[in-house]
């Protein structure tokens, strides 16, 4: 039996994050590409992509947005300034309505609704809103927690608060390799690509079960 759904935050209870960092960088005057670039650089030196120990909650983001700013000094070859970088992205987040309101249809047939975000510890009072805590009991957050997905820590701290069986709980996100890695941990996946269509797997499986 089906008992509770675990959303993923950025790109699924959001629209597209793509679009996001697409304003924000229109915004500051940075070329999207330049900053693929100066993630993998960053990476090369770092030892693994820094998104992830920052993701972690083991590098603060001012460490992190100094990192990434030289990386980007270097490639574009002129300074740059990401000061309030966080704040922006964040203000270019566009809540997904219509998922929102299945959520809540859910949540009046009885089930239970999480959320484990790989995020910012810096940027949560940015995202997590009183209409978040009213919708989800729990919210596992990357940050506070020493783990991201698709590390098998995070899914068991995720099962262990909601004091669930994997079978019981399905697995919402847009990035393949975190549903990938619920599976794994025996929960129920869900690839997001769009609402309709994930709706309508959620339903399928509330059906099955």
């Known amino acids: ?42 990476a090369e030196t770092h030892g693994e992509p820094p998104i992830h120990t920052l993701e972690r909650g083991q590098m603060t ?7 990434l700013q030289a990386s980007l000094t270097q490639i574009l070859g002129r300074p740059v300034d990401l000061d309030g970088y966080g704040e922006r992205l964040m203000g270019e987040l566009t809540a997904n309505e219509p998922l929102l309101d299945y959520y809540r249809s859910l949540r009046e047939r009885g089930l239970r609704l999480a ?29 506070f927690e020493g783990t991201r997905k698709p590390e098998p820590r995070i899914y068991e701290l995720v099962l262990e608060r909601l004091a669930l069986p994997a079978t019981a ?16 941990a025996g929960l129920h996946g869900v690839h997001f690509v769009d609402t309709a269509q994930t709706i309508a797997e959620i339903d399928a499986l509330l059906a099955a079960a």
């Open 1 to 42: 039996m089906i008992e509770a759904i675990v959303s993923d935050f950025g790109g699924v209870l959001t629209l597209p994050l793509n679009e996001a960092f697409a304003r924000a960088h229109e915004e500051i005057g940075i070329p999207l590409d330049a900053l693929g670039q100066a993630m993998r650089h960053a």
């Open 169 to 184: 709980c399905v697995f919402v996100d847009d990035l393949e390799v975190n549903v990938a890695g619920a599976r794994e």
């Open 61 to 67: 983001d001012p460490e992190f947005m100094s990192m």
């Open 115 to 143: 959320i484990c975000t790989n995020n910012v510890r810096e940027w949560q009072p940015r995202w997590r809103t009183p209409e978040i805590d009213a919708l989800f009991e729990l919210v596992v957050d990357s940050g």
